[in-house]
């Protein structure tokens, strides 16, 4: 069976004190959840350290937002793989949609990216999804059947089983507007499709998470749809309460 899984990305958001209550709070309404949920949380880079110290030991996993594309060096103000897999985290987001459009992210960068992390032993979740004018012309599938080919065709099976994939239409991050359950379910199919085409049965085995607006008001619904597994979850992983109660929809 396929793990549902539900991890917050904290984004550029709280201080490293408030970053280090948020995660206790987590950690203390964890227990309402199923246990089949694999509960993670994103925290920047700063909080790491201080965020493994109070997930230690429970059921919440810890996840690094980004990494460098290089093993080590001179790269000002990167972080690398093995600096990220020290402090206890073991997966790291790549490829969200702000690293692609603020920061220039291409595939082939996050080609370099998903293998490096995997080769450090992390579970990249890997983001794909497309933008409002590409939906409005009727290109959402192709954009991320583009998006998986050019970046999770380049792995091994070995190395894909390690992989979570996450949906996020781009015009449902942090607007407000979430993809409807049938218009999630259907791309999600689609991406496990695609995923198959390679990969064969394993896709079946794929968590694929569904990011955009997801709210304990309509995580119900969504993970209810037979192919989304879970959530990523911005705005409202930045409560505790909230996203908790995503969690507790499955
Ligand atoms: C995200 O950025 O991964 C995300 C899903 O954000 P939000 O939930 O705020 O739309």
């Known amino acids: ?23 206790k709070a987590v950690v203390a309404a964890s227990a309402e959840v199923p246990a089949d949920v694999k509960l993670i949380i994103a925290p920047p880079f700063t909080h790491l350290y201080p965020v493994a110290e109070v997930v230690k030991g429970t059921r919440v996993g810890l996840s690094a937002q980004n990494c460098a594309d290089h093993v080590k060096g001179a790269y000002t103000g990167e972080v690398a793989v093995n600096m990220i897999s ?23 960068t996050l080609v370099e990216k998903v293998k ?13 999804g497309e933008k409002k004018e590409e939906r409005e012309a009727g290109r959402h599938f192709e954009v991320v059947t583009e998006q998986v080919k050019n970046v999770l065709f380049e792995l091994s099976a070995e190395e894909m089983a ?6 996020e239409p781009v015009w449902a991050i942090g607007t407000g507007l979430t993809a409807t359950a049938e218009q999630a379910q259907e791309i999600h199919a689609e ?9 064969g049965e394993l896709a079946e085995e794929i968590s694929i998470l569904y990011g955009g607006s997801c709210k ?10 037979p192919d989304i597994d879970g959530g990523l979850i911005g705005g409202a ?7 908790i109660g995503i969690a507790v929809s499955f």
């Open 1 to 23: 069976m396929r793990k549902h899984i539900v991890a917050g990305n904290w984004k550029m958001n709280t201080t490293v004190a408030e970053g280090v209550e948020l995660a």
């Open 216 to 225: 304990p008001s309509n995580a119900k619904e969504l993970f209810a749809c």
């Open 86 to 108: 020290g402090l206890g985290a073991e997966y790291v987001i790549l490829g969200h949609s702000e690293r692609r459009e603020y920061y220039g992210e291409t595939d082939a």
């Open 162 to 167: 390690k992989i979570v994939v996450a949906y």
């Open 116 to 128: 490096l992390a995997l080769a450090e032993g992390l579970s990249p979740i890997f983001c794909i």
């Open 191 to 199: 991406i496990r499709k695609v995923l198959a085409e390679k990969f």
């Open 237 to 243: 992983a930045l409560k505790a309460e909230d996203f």
